[in-house]
Antibody, heavy 122, light 109 residues
């Protein structure tokens, strides 16, 4: 059974750095083709893709946010960490992590966490 | 800045058929964009429906299908059920990075 759970602070101040952890089970990020990705959703708005880390430690970032994002993994702990610097109130959103897979049939995003709401306010 | 465009809203009657589309500002959407589709209901996390244009998950109802249509990715619901009322998002691949569409709010009345 594949599960993912996001954790991190519910409230951060402007200019601070946000650190979120995705703890997963039911798969290994050392398996070829496995990836974990982060997505966010401001209240009442659309989903926004943020970052991805692959089994071979390749990393990819949103073009518009790449200067502020860092993604990393701890395979032994089944965790992926996303940091976002210089937080602003517009970064207030629910942050999701999801499993992504690369297979012959294509790229899939099958399992998602429930999300964690992060509010940026002084 | 790449933009992925979906219809903001659509309305369909129960039992009817509706097609949602997903366009890319870079040109025609092809299989190389690995179109994915997701359903999201209020207060819930998104649920994956379709990957790589037309592949379904084990939990995807048979009434959902994906395709390429007129240079866009498309999601067709045939025999719409009241529980299909939701927001639908497409996701396209741009060489490492991914971009979501703005979402389509589907109303079933």
């Amino acid at each position: 059974q594949v599960t993912l759970r996001e954790s991190g602070p519910a409230l951060v101040k402007p200019t601070q750095t946000l650190t979120l952890t995705c703890t997963f089970s039911g798969f290994s990020l050392s398996t070829s083709g496995m990836c974990v990705t982060w997505i966010r959703q401001p209240p009442g708005k659309a989903l926004e893709w943020l970052a991805r880390i692959d089994w071979d430690d390749d990393k990819y970032y949103s073009t518009s946010l790449k200067t502020r994002l860092t993604i990393s993994k701890d395979t032994s702990k089944n965790q992926v960490v996303l940091t976002m610097t210089n937080m602003d109130p517009v970064d207030t959103a629910t942050y999701y992590c999801a499993r992504m897979g690369i297979a012959e049939a294509g790229h899939y995003f099958d399992y998602w966490g429930q999300g964690t709401l992060v509010t940026v306010s002084s | 800045q790449t933009v992925v465009t979906q219809e903001p809203s659509l309305t369909v009657s129960p039992g009817g058929t509706v097609t949602l589309t997903c366009a890319s500002s870079t040109g025609a959407v092809t299989n190389g964009y690995y179109p994915n589709w997701f359903q999201q209901k209020p207060g819930q996390a998104p649920r994956a429906l379709i990957y790589n244009t037309n592949n379904k998950y084990s939990w995807t109802p048979a009434r959902f299908s994906g395709s390429l249509l007129g240079g866009k990715a498309a999601l067709t619901l045939s025999g719409v059920q009241p529980e299909d009322e939701a927001e639908y998002y497409c996701l396209l691949y741009y060489g490492g990075a991914w971009v979501f569409g703005g979402g389509t709010k589907l109303t079933v009345v």
